[in-house]
């Protein structure tokens, strides 16, 4: 079912967050679901070109994703004017749905995978990065070469891996959506 929480505070813009039950851990479809994330987040992503950039919707909007031991959440955040907030909503679903109908373009999967991988072997530079790696992939009971083989495994998420966990996350008849408004 879908539920929708509103509330009014004091503030110039709206703030909403689009939320689906995510994947944990353990969840062999959680590399698919990062890389899914990226090509919808970010200033290359499709939400802030189609929202922000072609239909100006949007003052910020992005997706996110956070796994769990227990199966975490993926959202939409997006603020805007007060006056947009249907046509946001619509915008919102509307990129959501199509990215749970059709495959992403093999450019949108390379350049997620490259920026990911890209920005994971900076991160690891700094030994504090390698040292929370290792503690929280002890602590979640997963392999202690993660850290290591995680690249490899996102350069092997396909677009057919992204389709099948967009329709697996992405319930479009199944999911919370909190407003802020002025």
Do not use: C
Request: charged share 30%.
């Amino acid at each position: 079912a879908i539920q929708t929480i509103e509330r009014t505070k004091d503030k110039f813009q709206a703030h909403l967050v689009l939320g689906f039950r995510g994947a944990s851990y353990s969840d062999k479809d959680r590399y698919a679901l990062d890389v899914l994330n990226n090509i919808l987040a970010g200033q290359g992503g499709r939400l802030f070109l189609e929202l922000r950039d072609k239909m100006s919707l949007a003052y910020s909007v992005t997706s996110l994703s956070q796994e769990g031991i227990e199966p975490g959440y993926f959202g939409v955040y997006i603020a805007t004017e007060p006056r947009k907030v249907a046509t946001a909503i619509e915008g919102i679903l509307r990129e959501l749905k199509m990215i749970t109908e059709e495959l992403v373009s093999p450019e949108e999967l390379q350049r997620a995978q490259q920026y990911m991988v890209g920005a994971y072997e900076i991160d690891l530079q700094r030994n504090s990065t390698v040292a929370t790696q290792l503690a929280f992939n002890e602590i979640y009971g997963i392999d202690r070469r993660e850290w290591l083989v995680l690249p490899d495994k996102i350069l092997r998420v396909t677009r057919e891996d992204v389709l099948k966990v967009a329709r697996k996350i992405l319930k479009l008849d199944r999911y919370i959506l909190s407003v802020v408004k002025p």
